[in-house]
């Protein structure tokens, strides 16, 4: 049995004393170099159980573990280090002035050796395909490219877990399929754990498992697959299973990934 990396134990959380539990009793379980998807409708806590593992909330109940230790006051800068997040905005990301720059950025910032970080630059920019855009600016680059520099610079720093917190929103569709590419690319060639936050039961296709929230609460756990079957109580709670989802998920039984193209 592989690491448990990221464990909710009876977790509930609310945004103050007055105002109502977002977040009801959830406890899950995350394994290392597992790609989970959590979905859910706007509002369903998705994104409060991503900041929760970032250590940006604590819950009022219930603990956190991060590889075996507890998310609070004390350990959060170490979490931190071992939790990448990538956001919906692909224009807030930036710090750097080219793609080179930006994915050092964080390297610098801990020391990484100049010989590492010219290594590491060179691995994950070619991990999610924009190795020929190294003195590129950032503001040249598409959406899809944007965001996967942001994924390379959190890359960077070897986390443990990496989150991408709807970060396909603001794309087009074809930014949204490069996006699917490179964390499909991405999760083959580095040791760590995946998390995607959507609303669109179409990028949940090629997790190993599905968390789904609704109102709070996890309303299911399960492989894709299993997912898709209950697309009429899906409906119920806001989530339309769209056809293209539930043929690449039939294909992907058959051994074909329709997604696993190399990136260009
Ligand atoms: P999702 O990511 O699924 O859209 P969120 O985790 O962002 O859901 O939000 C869950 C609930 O918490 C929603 O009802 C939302 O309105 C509420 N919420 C989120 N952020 C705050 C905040 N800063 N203060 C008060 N309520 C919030």
Not at 174 to 191: D, L, P, Y
Not at 234 to 262: C, H, Q, S, Y
Request: proline content about 4%; aromatic content about 6%.
């Amino acid at each position: 049995m592989s690491r448990k990396l990221i464990e909710f134990r009876d977790v509930s959380f609310r945004y103050g004393e007055e105002q109502p539990w977002v977040l009801k009793n959830c406890s899950f379980e995350i394994y290392e170099g597992e790609w989970v998807a959590i979905i859910g409708h706007n509002g369903s806590g998705k994104s409060t159980i991503a900041k929760l593992i970032n250590g940006l909330l604590f819950p009022q109940k219930g603990e956190i573990l991060i590889d075996g230790q507890q998310v609070n006051e004390e350990t959060i800068w170490d979490i931190r280090k071992e939790v990448g997040m990538v956001f919906q905005n692909p224009d807030n990301q930036f710090v750097g002035t080219t793609v080179q720059d930006d994915v050092a950025f964080g390297m610098e910032n801990r020391g990484t050796p100049r010989e590492e970080m010219v290594t590491r630059i060179e691995e994950t920019l070619s991990a999610v395909g924009m190795e020929d855009y190294r003195f590129t600016e950032p503001h040249r680059l598409s959406g899809g490219q944007k965001q996967r520099v942001a994924i390379a610079s959190v890359l960077a720093i070897s986390p443990k877990v990496l989150i991408l917190d709807e970060a396909t929103a603001m794309l087009d569709p074809k930014g949204r399929t490069e996006i699917m590419r490179t964390v499909s690319n991405v999760q083959n060639k580095e040791a760590l754990s995946l998390i995607t936050i959507t609303h669109d039961l179409q990028e949940v296709v090629q997790a190993d498992r599905v968390i789904v929230m609704n109102n709070g609460e996890i309303w299911d756990r399960a492989t894709p697959r299993e997912i898709f079957s209950k697309k009429d109580s899906l409906r119920e709670i806001g989530l339309d299973v769209p056809f293209v989802a539930i043929l690449a998920d039939e294909l992907k039984e058959k051994g074909i990934n329709l997604t696993k193209e190399p990136l260009n």
